[in-house]
């Protein structure tokens, strides 16, 4: 039996991605950091499974990282861990690039320190390319990065990082540079929920108001679903790489608003106002990917789309706020 270990297994992609290598027979150490209330909501539908162990750690705890690896030996390490939250980053960066950058040079470090290392996943993101040029048909693995914040600054040093480790300790480390990936686990404040999840409380009669930032960002959203598997694959793979994970479509908030609301039937001049405090010091305007390389090398390529993703997640959170 392979055993995976997966930083951050309490996000959104960490509880998709734990499934997924359950499902494959994998026993799977989830690392979640202690939180003054209990947050496992995304993984009790499988907490019990005997192949899932939970441990503490935190992206700032060198020992228990040696601690960890030397107890359960994995075949596999997903980076998964990072204060992921673009605004976020703008009112605590020394956290967040702690965390993002330090927290992976150290579990870098630990790997390349061991007998036998793990094969390695970085999460890097579509955030890496801030206002660089977009190519027509979407940014690639060689475009240019020109990152629009501290979490993305964060990002492309931790990116730069794993290849440099990979080029001089020969370690199987990838990065995936996912593009933005939803779905109805995603934390309420990123845009895509806090519109689905609005949406759902007013036609309920919970809430009577929306409020948002910039309606013009363009965004590649894909399901996260989707993206784990991709995270997989690239550990499968003989040779470690970087590739794109992205949908080839992007869409403005408003279009995703226009969607949501629409589907729901409900009026966006009565109940959508915008709202100063949602927009950032500095935007990334537009992201699209292409992920030819992830679909030709790896088999990879997104089952859901913009408009199916829409409809799920609102109906998702229509379904549970309603019970
Ligand atoms: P998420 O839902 O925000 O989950 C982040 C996870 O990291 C949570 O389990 C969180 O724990 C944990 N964490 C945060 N700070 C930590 C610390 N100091 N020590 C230990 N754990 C810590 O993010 P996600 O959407 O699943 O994304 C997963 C990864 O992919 C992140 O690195 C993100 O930056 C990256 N990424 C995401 C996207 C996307 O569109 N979703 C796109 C590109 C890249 P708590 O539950 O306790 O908060
Ligand atoms: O949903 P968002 O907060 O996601 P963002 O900033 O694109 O970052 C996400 O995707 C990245 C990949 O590209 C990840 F690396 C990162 O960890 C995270 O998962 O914002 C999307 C867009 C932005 O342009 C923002 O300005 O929506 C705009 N927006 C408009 N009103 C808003 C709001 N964003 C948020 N969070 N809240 C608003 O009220």
């Known amino acids: 039996m392979k055993t995976a270990i997966i930083t951050g297994v309490t996000g959104q992609d960490g509880s998709y991605l ?14 979640k950091r202690r939180t003054s209330l209990i947050n496992t909501d995304r993984v009790d539908s499988f907490y019990d499974d005997p192949n899932f162990i939970l441990e503490y750690w935190d992206l700032n705890d060198v020992g228990s990282l040696y601690r960890l690896l030397k107890k359960y030996n994995p075949q596999e390490f997903y980076n998964l861990a990072a204060q ?5 980053s703008f009112d605590i960066p020394e956290h967040t690039v702690d965390g993002v950058a330090l927290g992976l040079l150290r579990i870098l470090e630990a790997i390349r320190n061991q007998d036998d290392p793990p094969r390695f996943y970085q999460a890097s993101s579509s955030e890496m390319y801030g206002d660089a040029p977009c190519p027509p048909t979407g940014y690639t693995e060689d475009s240019k990065m020109t990152p629009a914040s501290p979490y993305a600054c964060a990002k492309l040093f931790s990116h730069n990082l794993v290849r ?11 990065s995936g540079i996912l ?51 991709a995270m997989w694959m690239m550990l499968q793979a003989s040779t470690p790489d970087d590739y ?47 992920s030819t390389k992830a679909h030709q090398q790896l088999g990879w390529k997104p089952q859901i789309k913009f ?17």
């Open 18 to 31: 734990s499934e997924f290598l359950l499902s494959k027979g994998y026993r799977v150490v989830g690392l």
């Open 84 to 88: 992921s939250h673009v605004r976020v």
């Open 164 to 174: 440099n480790y990979r080029e001089s300790y020969d370690i199987h480390a990838s």
């Open 179 to 229: 593009f933005n990936h939803e779905s109805p686990r995603r934390g309420e404040t990123f845009v895509t929920r806090k519109i689905t999840r609005a949406a759902a409380r007013i036609k309920l009669g919970l809430q009577t108001e929306l409020h948002l930032g910039n309606l013009d960002a363009m965004r590649d959203w894909g399901y996260a679903g989707d993206y784990v598997e």
């Open 244 to 290: 794109v994970i992205s949908t080839g479509e992007t869409h403005t908030v408003r279009e995703f608003l226009e969607e949501v609301f629409n589907h729901a039937e409900l009026s966006i001049e009565k109940h959508v106002r915008i709202d100063k405090k949602y927009f950032r010091p500095h935007e990334v305007p537009l992201l699209l990917g292409d």
């Open 307 to 323: 408009k199916n993703l829409t409809a799920l997640m609102y109906e998702e959170d229509f379904i549970n706020i309603k019970h």
